[in-house]
């Protein structure tokens, strides 16, 4: 009898080339596409639709999950108390973490399923002993920083077909050979329900509160001029401060406390250590002596070498060789070994 496989479908491009791959696998495979909100984007009526037509052509059944409660609680509020205690979330994480391989892992295994497939450009590889997280292929792509959290028994019932593939138009190829309507569809890139990128008014009409006027401050206390909000601003930031002053100033810090943002020059920016909790090591162990790494403490950013040692209170310590700037505490710090992840967690110090 034939494995069976549940494929996560936004009616884009990547997942509709991930199913049909697992069909021509052998997989007796079956849709879904979350409905997560009830905005224009992610999970959208345009988008189901486009989903169930890809899976009508595949010859498997499809259906959408209202998991809209789920999402609300899970992403859009951690990401307005990110940003309320004056972090810079990356709620991308938490839809994978909560929704992806929460949600909809726990349907795959109701319904029998063996594997859960999603269009992610990561693979994952078994040694013999242990399940292993390693990038993309195209690495331009790869998506591992997204998926650090993955635990070994999450691994086991994972497939991610793309991870192999060499470059986006090879997936189009194939997309538009089986006449896929997704085909020549546009990448998405804004978080699904802040579209427009305007943070702070998603934040103020979610709450239904106002985020108080402070000061800007330099590092001797001095103030520079008045802000909109904590949640308007994020570290490194430089544009859009209203200020007008004698030399770029940049935002090293919000100080929920006192309802400051610190201003200070751009070579005070940078650190060479970090503390991450919530800290998932891949293999399921934390090493007991410090290691050799190399870190991405932002989505894209270049990668930089670092030893992190394991914390008895389950949190992990980084410190880089050398300086790195802008450090985001609710930032990820990801931790890879070459092409390996070794692990990863949310930074809460700097």
């Not at 791959?21 to 009526?45: P, Q, S």
């Not at 839809?95 to 109701?110: I, P, S, W």
Request: glycine share 8%; with cysteine.
């Amino acid at each position: 009898m034939s494995k069976k496989a549940l494929i996560a479908m936004s009616g884009g491009v990547d997942s509709s080339v991930a199913a049909a791959k697992m069909v021509e696998a052998g997989y007796d495979c079956r849709g879904i596409t979350m409905r997560l909100h009830d905005g224009d984007n992610c999970g959208a009526a345009k988008e189901a639709e486009d989903a169930r037509n890809i899976a009508e052509q595949l010859g498997f059944p499809f259906e959408v999950a209202d998991l809209r409660e789920v999402f609300s609680k899970q992403v859009m509020d951690r990401f307005v108390s990110a940003y309320e205690a004056g972090d810079t979330p990356n709620p991308c994480i938490e839809c994978n973490r909560y929704m992806k391989f929460g949600a909809l892992m726990e349907y795959a295994k109701d319904k029998g399923c063996d594997l859960l497939v999603t269009g992610h450009y990561a693979r994952v590889e078994y040694d013999g002993e242990k399940y292993r997280l390693r990038k993309a292929v195209n690495l331009a792509k790869d998506q591992t920083y997204v998926l650090y959290f993955l635990t070994q028994e999450q691994l086991a019932h994972i497939a991610f077909p793309l991870g192999e593939m060499e470059s986006k138009e090879q997936i189009r190829g194939v997309a538009a050979a089986y006449g896929f309507v997704s085909a020549h569809k546009a990448d998405s890139q804004d978080i699904c329900f802040v579209p427009d990128g305007k943070y702070a008014d998603f934040i103020r009409q979610r709450t239904g509160r106002e985020y108080p006027v402070g000061d800007f401050v330099d590092a001797e206390g001095k103030v520079l001029g008045q802000h909109k909000g904590l949640i308007h601003y994020t570290i490194g930031q430089r544009r859009g401060l209203g200020l007008a002053l004698p030399a770029p100033l940049y935002v090293r810090r919000k100080d929920r406390e006192n309802n400051t943002v610190l201003l200070t020059h751009e070579s005070e920016l940078y650190t060479t250590r970090l503390v991450a909790d919530s800290f998932n090591w891949v293999d399921g162990e934390a090493p007991t002596e410090p290691v050799k790494v190399t870190a991405c403490t932002r989505y894209n950013a270049r990668e930089a070498a670092a030893t992190v040692t394991a914390l008895p209170d389950g949190r992990a310590e980084v410190v880089f060789d050398t300086p790195q700037r802008a450090v985001t505490t609710g930032q990820a710090v990801v931790l890879y070994d070459g092409e390996y992840v070794v692990g990863g967690g949310r930074i809460c110090e700097v």
